[in-house]
């Protein structure tokens, strides 16, 4: 079969996956029977473009990169009558996240679900928001909803939930969501403090110009939210999680820790005990004998409590064009081997 694929949101992440299934082509043909067409793009920024068999995304990368709008293949009616009348059979919903309302991407993967088509995300929105709906859609209609890439980009999370952890009982998941604040926390423990790291951390593009999300813990709130809701199978609610971010870590806290051979560090935690599911984002001082103590930087990693195997700790890059784009690939190619 020979796959249709939509690319609603042509930034950072649309055009990474867009890199990834241009330069790995004949690779996945060979190695995965994979063969594929992008047959349709919508972007704010860029216009919207159809063409059902297939668009010229070699000359859209370059048109995109040069900060200039579409001007072939446009399509003039709005993005979610792209989505229910393009021929795409996999939707790629890579627009911003808003995980207030869910934003434009709630409504385009609920229609992509509703016309039959299979969607793969990266946005928090729709994961943390309207999982369970959504899953229940797809199931009705005979469609998939992955979501890798929602949580750590491309490091396996959920895949590993499903895949070389199936058969064991996850009962808690604990660990660094998101890779501005453990940034932050490593220069501070080198001396600098929160005003000044929190300017380096911008500067280099790891925090935005409103750090809010970041350095509060929403974003990771959102993060143990979808692992709730996916890995635990709890319908929790992004306000039933308890959520303290790192503004309020002093100097004097980091020189604590150290002294009491302890390390800061960002945690959400999802765990299942009786039965009853509960989240949770805190600043922890941890054991620097614990695996979470030693990632440094923007990295990310979690550690999974099973019953068989105790507890194993994955690290990887939590953000990244390429990194991102390769969750979106691995959630296509499961759904192709489906």
């Known amino acids: 079969m020979k796959h ?75 993005t979610l009558s792209l989505i229910k009348s393009c021929n795409a ?7 911003y996240t808003d995980l207030k309302t869910g934003g434009p991407a709630i409504d385009h993967v609920k229609t992509a679900l509703s016309a039959k088509k299979h969607v793969v995300t990266s946005n928090k929105g ?18 998939k909803f992955m979501i890798e ?42 001396g600098m403090d929160y005003a000044s790291v929190l300017k380096v951390a911008q500067d280099l593009g790891y925090a935005e110009a409103d750090p809010t999300g970041d350095v509060e813990g929403f974003d990771a709130r959102g993060k143990v939210c979808i692992l709730a809701n996916v890995v635990m199978g709890a319908p929790l609610k992004i306000n039933d999680i308890p959520c303290k971010g790192i503004t309020k870590i002093t100097p004097k806290d980091i020189e604590k820790a150290k002294k009491e051979g302890k390390r800061w560090k960002l945690i959400g935690c999802v765990e299942n005990k009786n039965g009853k599911v509960t989240g949770s984002v805190n600043p ?6 614990h695996p979470l103590a030693g990632v440094m930087g923007a990295n990310n990693a979690l550690t999974f409590t099973t019953d068989m195997l105790g507890d194993v700790t994955i690290v990887g890059p939590g953000a990244g064009r390429i990194q991102t784009g390769y969750a979106i690939l691995t959630d296509m190619l499961a759904i192709h081997k489906g």
């Open 4 to 78: 249709k694929i939509a690319i609603i949101g042509f930034g950072t992440v649309g055009q990474g996956i867009s890199e990834i299934l241009l330069n790995k082509k004949k690779y996945l043909k060979d190695n995965y029977k994979f063969d594929y067409d992008i047959v349709a793009v919508a972007d704010f920024a860029y216009g919207n473009c159809y063409n059902a068999k297939g668009l010229d995304v070699p000359g859209m990368l370059k048109t995109a990169k040069a900060k200039k709008k579409f001007t072939k293949d446009l399509y003039k009616k709005d």
């Open 126 to 143: 729709p994961a943390a928001l309207k999982y369970q709906e959504f899953k229940k859609l797809a199931d009705k209609n005979g469609v």
């Open 284 to 289: 922890e001082m941890v054991e620097l004998t």
């Open 89 to 95: 059979d996999i939707v790629c919903e890579l627009t």
């Open 149 to 190: 890439g929602t949580v750590v980009a491309g490091t396996p999370i959920i895949n590993l939930s499903k895949g070389p952890l199936a058969g064991c009982e996850i009962t808690k998941i604990k660990g660094i969501l998101n890779g501005t604040t453990n940034y932050m926390l490593t220069e501070m423990e080198k």
